[in-house]
């Protein structure tokens, strides 16, 4: 039930927004006295200084504390401009008085006045219709009844507004209009003279650059008409200033979408929208910034190790790389002989990089690399067959090597290959380090020159 009422309301909505429009316009109050005076015949306008509403029933200006001396409220007016009497007493043709009146009419509110018609002595009247000439749709006239045998018929003149007026006819002419008045039957008229009060009197003069307003406009029947970029009752907001900008300042570009297309343009300022996760939110000038739109690492932005501004990740301390994904600690990186990655490689983001001939967590083996071999030689010489430069100081020096022995340099991948200074034997070898030392395997089996 109540979704039909709704559907049918979406359906009506159309219709209705014309009404609602009109409404609208009805709730602000005019802002010119004009304006004021032609919206209804109820309203008048007043031009005491400092008021904010100017247009109101003449009750609720007056409750605003407004003077009749500031009160402007023209009912219209009617003058009888030609009201000559018969001279004949009797008179043979039909005489009608006055002849010529001229009236200024207030929109939606009516003039009248009587008007005297002495028929022709032998006239016997059984029938009287009143013709008038043709004049603007808004112009309103009624003639009231006879009231007695000689004639007296009230005339009333009204005109329901002024746009219609400017609408229909050209907008040039905007009155006086002349329309006569004739008995139907008869060469006789009255001619009506009809102005119709579109503009306030207060309205033809401006005090330019008043102090009122401000120095920044005019001063019309008490309110002011601002000079661009100023707005406000006495025109003292610069649209211009950095406090009041038009949309163009919610824009990034020329043709960039008004705050990015997250957020209202308000006053010149983007009002971000809101996000359903109240952790999220845009900001920046134009809302081109969120806090949520950076890297993710490990399903956590920024990697759980920094926070996201503007979609750039700010790293902790200690932490790098555009996702924050880098540690700059270095613990993991040291070898036990105190180097980083045993000078074989590079520290980065915690782990080692090792340069080419290097590999291992700590870079720590280099099989095929001589430098390496040639490091632990003399120990590994004195080490493992007891012979050397530093067989008498093996003990002292060379315990830090592991040890290990296999029988044929063949059981050794990539092995180092030196030269005994004693037998002129080869001995073959490899190293490797790790965190936990360095592990030396060597083949028992030397190769040793030929005897001749
Ligand atoms: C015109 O003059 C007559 C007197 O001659 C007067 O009675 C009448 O009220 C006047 N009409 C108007 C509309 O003022
Ligand atoms: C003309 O005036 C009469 C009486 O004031 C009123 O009843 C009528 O509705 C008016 N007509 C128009 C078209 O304004």
């Known amino acids: 039930m109540a979704l039909k009422a709704l559907r049918l309301l979406l359906l009506l909505l159309p219709l209705l927004l014309p009404t609602w429009a009109e409404h609208e316009t009805f709730l602000k109050p005019p802002s010119n006295c004009n304006k004021?005076?032609?919206?209804?015949?109820?309203?008048?306008?007043?031009?005491?200084?400092?008021?904010?509403?100017?247009?109101?029933?003449?009750?609720?200006?007056?409750?605003?504390g407004c003077t009749t001396h500031y009160m402007y409220n023209p009912q219209g007016s009617?003058?009888?401009?030609?009201?000559?009497?018969?001279?004949?007493?009797?008179?043979?043709?039909?005489?009608?008085?006055?002849?010529e009146v001229t009236l200024h009419l207030r929109p939606g509110v009516s003039q009248s006045f009587p008007l005297s018609i002495t028929m022709p002595k032998d006239h016997?009247?059984?029938?009287?219709?009143?013709?008038?000439s043709p004049m603007p749709a808004a112009f309103n006239i009624t003639f009231s009844s006879i009231i007695n045998g000689n004639m007296l018929v009230e005339v009333k003149v009204g005109s329901a507004h002024c746009s219609t007026m400017i609408g229909d006819l050209n907008q040039n002419r905007r009155g006086p209009w002349s329309v006569n008045l004739a008995p139907r039957g008869f060469p006789q008229n009255v001619k009506l003279v009809i102005n119709v009060e579109c503009e306030c009197d207060c309205a033809r003069t401006r005090e330019e650059n008043s102090p009122a307003c401000s120095s920044h406009g005019a001063l019309v029947c008490g309110s002011c008409e601002c000079d661009p970029p100023y707005i406000g009752h006495q025109c003292h907001v610069d649209i211009e200033s950095s406090f009041y900008r038009d949309d163009n300042f919610c824009r990034s570009g020329p043709n960039a979408p008004l705050c990015s297309g997250r957020g209202a343009c308000v006053d010149g300022f983007c009002q971000c929208n809101s996000r359903e996760n109240p952790e999220e939110r845009y900001y920046g000038q134009f809302c081109q910034c969120s806090n949520f739109d950076c890297p993710y690492q490990n399903n956590r932005i920024c990697g759980g190790h920094g926070k996201c501004e503007c979609g750039r990740c700010i790293c902790d301390q200690d932490w790098t790389n555009e996702d924050c994904s880098c540690s700059m600690d270095t613990a993991l990186c040291m070898a036990p002989n105190q180097q980083l990655c045993n000078g074989g490689g590079l520290c980065m983001c915690g782990r080692c990089k090792c340069d080419t001939l290097y590999a291992g967590p700590l870079c720590e083996s280099c099989p095929t690399c001589l430098g390496s071999c040639q490091q632990h030689a003399k120990c590994v010489e004195c080490r493992a067959f007891g012979t050397g430069p530093k067989k008498d100081r093996c003990q002292d020096e060379c315990?830090?090597?592991?040890?290990?022995?296999?029988?044929?340099?063949?059981?050794?991948?990539?092995p180092c290959k030196m030269i005994s200074r004693e037998d002129s034997c080869y001995f073959y070898y490899s190293v490797s380090q790790s965190a936990s030392g360095t592990y030396v395997t060597v083949a028992d089996d030397k190769e040793c020159p030929r005897t001749l």
């Open 36 to 64: 004021c005076i032609q919206s209804n015949p109820q309203f008048a306008w007043c031009t005491a200084p400092g008021l904010k509403r100017r247009c109101h029933t003449v009750k609720g200006l007056r409750s605003a």
């Open 78 to 99: 009617v003058q009888v401009t030609r009201n000559e009497s018969s001279t004949q007493s009797t008179a043979e043709t039909l005489y009608l008085q006055p002849q």
């Open 399 to 414: 315990t830090y090597l592991i040890l290990t022995k296999v029988q044929s340099k063949d059981d050794i991948s990539a």
């Open 124 to 132: 016997t009247i059984t029938e009287l219709n009143m013709d008038t």
